[in-house]
């Protein structure tokens, strides 16, 4: 039976600032996805929240990029943006950039990742377990680091040394910087090329992750959000703010491979404004923004499949857990010390990548005041 994983957040509105949503409006996308199940466009679905986003984690059998799940999650956010205007949520319909979408979301303004495979219930996959992975205040590259290394260097995924790893993946890498209406991809394949895909992927504001494939089996492993939405809008809106679809176990890397990465608490360009550099600190699901600054955040739910799309009855919090206090304390710890460097240096974006456009308007403005003295 081939399956469609779909995973599409939004930022419509939130409490207070860029906290989290309101809890009417999560009720109300819950509402839709159990509509939307009861009527058989879903065969499961869910509701989550990382900071001020909201993620529908979704089952079908309709493939990628199909319009009529693209639609319904489409009109899931303008429903709850609604309720987000109601509360006077601050924000309320951030990332609906258009209208209306034609077709499918992508370039609409909310990120969407999909995965599209059979599930067999047999060799190499009998069973089926996948993790969404989340995250709030940073660019679409805040993703490039951790899942690089998760899925190309031992020292993080000693599991690459099994049969059913060791040819390694192929990075599918996009150029975020595009403005046209097409996507300008390369592939590379790990191992052997391992320095050219560090050489893009060390550039999180121009290349991302789009797709990661197992070259033993060509079979998908990883999908991420990669839109920027200044590139869409034209204007500062908000954080393109990345969701992954990753399938784990077996001929993929397991979770905690996958995770291991991110106790580097590694720095990446978002925060206030959407215009310093800041660690991303691992949180529960549903956390909402109130770290110092607005620390970028990431979270992760792990679940199993059954062959007929339904999600497990539980899932795991990853990042729940105590064992993640310590990293969060490193998070934090981090942060101060960035922040403690203020507006100097290192501690914002580069002028060419300031997201907020009143930063650009002031610097344009004193741009005209200088004077051309001769030497």
């Not at 020292?155 to 403005?179: Q, R, V, W």
């Not at 070259?215 to 809106?237: F, P």
């Not at 001929?251 to 959407?274: M, N, Q, T, W, Y």
Request: hydrophobic content about 40%; aromatic content about 10%; overall charge negative.
């Amino acid at each position: 039976m081939k399956i469609t994983l779909s995973t599409i957040k939004a930022d419509v509105g939130s409490i207070g600032g860029h906290t989290q949503p309101t809890e009417k409006m999560l009720q109300a996308a819950r509402e839709r996805i159990a509509q939307a199940c009861q009527k058989g466009l879903l065969l499961d679905g869910m509701v989550t929240h990382t900071g001020d986003d909201i993620a529908l984690i979704m089952s079908h059998t309709h493939g990628d990029n199909n319009k009529d799940v693209h639609l319904f999650a489409w009109d899931t956010f303008v429903y709850a943006t609604k309720f987000a205007q109601e509360a006077g949520c601050y924000a309320a319909g951030q990332d609906l950039l258009v209208d209306a979408p034609s077709s499918n979301v992508r370039g609409a303004g909310p990120g969407v990742a999909e995965i599209t495979f059979e599930h067999a219930g047999k060799d190499p996959r009998r069973a089926e377990a996948f993790m969404v992975v989340a995250a709030d205040k940073c660019g679409p590259g805040a993703f490039n680091l951790p899942f690089f290394l998760a899925f190309a260097d031992p020292m993080y995924c000693a599991g690459l040394m099994l049969p059913g790893l060791i040819k390694g993946f192929t990075f599918e890498i996009i150029d975020m910087s595009t403005h046209d209406h097409a996507d300008h991809v390369i592939m590379l394949h790990a191992p052997e090329d391992y320095y050219k895909i560090a050489m893009l992927l060390r550039d999180n504001e121009r290349f991302g992750i789009k797709a990661i494939y197992s070259r033993a089996y060509n079979e998908q492993a990883y999908s991420a959000s990669t839109d920027r939405l200044h590139n869409i809008a034209g204007k500062y809106t908000g954080k393109d703010d990345p969701i992954a679809l990753i399938r784990t176990q077996g001929i993929f890397p397991a979770p905690e491979e996958l995770i291991s990465p991110l106790v580097k608490a590694h720095f990446v360009g978002g925060d206030a404004r959407g215009s310093h550099v800041m660690p991303i600190m691992p949180v529960a699901i549903n956390t909402p923004v109130t770290g110092p600054y607005c620390v970028p955040i990431i979270s992760s739910l792990v679940f199993s499949l059954s062959a007929e799309g339904k999600f497990s009855d539980q899932y795991v919090d990853v990042f729940g857990q105590k064992v993640w206090d310590w990293v969060r304390l490193h998070a934090q710890q981090k942060a101060i010390e960035m922040r403690s460097q203020g507006w100097s240096g290192a501690a914002m974006l580069p002028y060419g990548e300031l997201e907020y456009s009143g930063y650009r308007q002031t610097l344009e403005s004193l741009l005209q005041e200088f004077k051309v003295v001769q030497r």
